[in-house]
Nanobody, 120 residues
Framework: QVQLVESGGGLVQAGGSLRLSCEASGKIFRINDMGWYRQAPGKQRELVAAISRSNVSNYADSVKGRFTISRDNAKKTVYLQMNSLKPEDTAVYYC??????????????WGQGTLVTVSS
C-alpha cells in the first residue's frame, strides 16, 4: 500500500560525505513525520534524525553538527546529508515515515534499508 525506497548508501572513507534519499509511493493522502534510523551489527536500531511535516527536526547527539535531514513534500522524499563521517557511523540506515493513507488509516512505514560503510 505504501512503499519507501532508499538510495545513496555505499562505502566512504572517514571524513567523507554521503547523501541518502528515501522516496515514498503508494496510496498516500499525507506524510507526517519522516526520519532515518540506523542499526549497526550487534546493536539495536536507533533514531538518527527526524523531521516533521513543518520541517521541525531533531537529531541524535552523536550526529548533531554533522548530519542534516530535509524533506521535499511535493516529491514525498526525505534526505539525509551525512558529512564528516566516522567509522562508528557504519550501519544499515532505514527510512521511516508516518503516513496517512488514502484510506485514512495511519501507517508506520519502513524502507528496506541501505548500507553505509565508513572505512578508517
Amino acid at each position: 500500500q505504501v512503499q519507501l525506497v532508499e538510495s545513496g548508501g555505499g562505502l566512504v572513507q572517514a571524513g567523507g560525505s554521503l547523501r541518502l534519499s528515501c522516496e515514498a509511493s503508494g496510496k498516500i493522502f499525507r506524510i507526517n513525520d519522516m526520519g532515518w534510523y540506523r542499526q549497526a551489527p550487534g546493536k539495536q536500531r536507533e533514531l538518527v534524525a527526524a523531521i516533521s511535516r513543518s520541517n521541525v527536526s531533531n537529531y541524535a547527539d552523536s550526529v548533531k553538527g554533522r548530519f542534516t535531514i530535509s524533506r521535499d513534500n511535493a516529491k514525498k522524499t526525505v534526505y539525509l546529508q551525512m558529512n564528516s563521517l566516522k567509522p562508528e557511523d557504519t550501519a544499515v540506515y532505514y527510512c521511516n515515515a508516518v503516513v496517512l493513507a488514502a484510506t485514512l488509516n495511519t501507517l508506520n512505514a519502513w524502507g528496506q534499508g541501505t548500507l553505509v560503510t565508513v572505512s578508517s
